[in-house]
């Protein structure tokens, strides 16, 4: 039996001053962020071995997972300086989407995966031959959303100074400001700020490990997975537009990965293999969801396909292997 509980949280204040190329001016970011991510963990494996039946050995497993995100009220404010015509510095908050902004957003994921081994050996020496079999499952399902508002300044507003002066977002958000109309709030969710996914994995797998002569062994077998991955974006403040968003994906895979592997042992503790295997790379659930995000360096907007499909990968390794301590 495993256990494991982690809580961890983190609370920045991040302050970026600097030439903004593309805008051609000073250019001061202001961040603050607290992020919580927890996981509990739980798994039982056990394994069996039957002398009496010629040595099978049959192992098998259960996990249970459950991982959590949250970022409430992330805040930015974006300023731009700029010298008058008397010569004075000053620095204007900017209306774009990262200035003034308030940003909440909550994640959690459940997994559930179970498998079951068997090795059963052909011959009364259980190192010339033996069959080995197994299954495995593994089931995520997650859920996200996020939710956007934005206070805008109708009518501007800048701190004086040469330097940029950290206080600044202070004085502009502020109750009495937003009381007396100077400071609007707004709702800046997007359509697809929020998306459920999934990922289900079922393989079985079949090998045979044999070892003709003492100085050979082969070990070969097929393994075959069947996944499935879907992804359904919805609007966090009104889930019902769920079928006319742009985003949604469900794809099947079969994907049958051979292996082999050849170990030849020219002397004792001396080992020669080569291996050839096929695997299979899927992309992650987030790089398949259509939310949007800007990212800290640069404020570009990044977003994940749902297009994306899985790689197939086909490797060969070589190795040598030699104990030289006497």
């Known amino acids: 039996l495993t256990g494991l509980y982690s809580r961890a949280a983190d609370i920045g204040t991040t302050s970026i001053i600097g030439y903004h190329e ?87 994921e459940t997994s559930v995966s179970a498998k079951l081994d068997l090795r059963l050996p052909l011959t009364q020496q259980p190192e010339q ?26 009518g501007g507003t800048s701190c004086p100074g040469e330097s940029y002066p950290l206080d600044c977002p202070d004085r502009v958000f502020t109750d009495d400001r937003l009381a007396t109309g100077e400071l609007d709030l707004e709702e800046n969710t997007r359509q697809n700020d929020g998306y459920d996914a999934s990922l289900s994995v079922t393989g ?18 097929p393994r075959v997975e069947v ?28 994907a049958i990965l051979p292996a082999a592997l050849v170990t030849y042992t020219p002397l004792p503790k001396t080992n020669l293999r080569l291996a050839a295997t096929r695997t299979i790379a899927r992309p992650q659930l987030r790089e398949l969801a259509p939310f ?25 390794i070589s190795s040598l292997a030699s104990d030289i301590s006497g």
């Open 22 to 108: 593309e805008r051609d001016a000073q250019i001061a970011d202001t961040r603050l962020s607290f992020v919580a991510r927890q996981l509990v963990f739980g798994s039982a494996s056990a394994k069996h071995q039957f002398p009496e039946a010629n040595g099978p050995e049959l192992e098998y497993g259960v996990g249970l997972s459950r991982a959590t995100r949250a970022q409430p009220d992330f805040r930015g404010a974006v300023y731009q300086r700029s010298r008058g015509a008397d010569g004075a510095t000053t620095w204007s908050f900017e209306d774009d989407s990262s200035s003034g902004l308030h940003f909440d957003s909550n994640q959690g």
């Open 292 to 316: 949007q995000f800007a990212d800290f360096f640069g404020d570009r907007e990044v977003r994940g396909n749902p297009e994306l499909v899985n790689t197939s990968i086909t490797n060969v």
């Open 129 to 154: 031959v033996a069959l080995a079999a197994g299954a495995m499952v593994d089931l995520r399902e997650r859920t996200f959303q996020a939710r956007r508002l934005r206070f805008r300044v109708p």
């Open 204 to 221: 079985s797998y079949l090998m045979v490990d044999t070892r003709p002569i003492d100085t050979l062994r082969f070990t070969i077998g």
């Open 227 to 254: 996944s499935n991955q879907s992804i359904s974006p919805f609007n966090p403040v009104a889930r019902d537009e769920r079928a006319e968003l742009e985003g949604f994906r469900e794809f099947d895979d079969l």
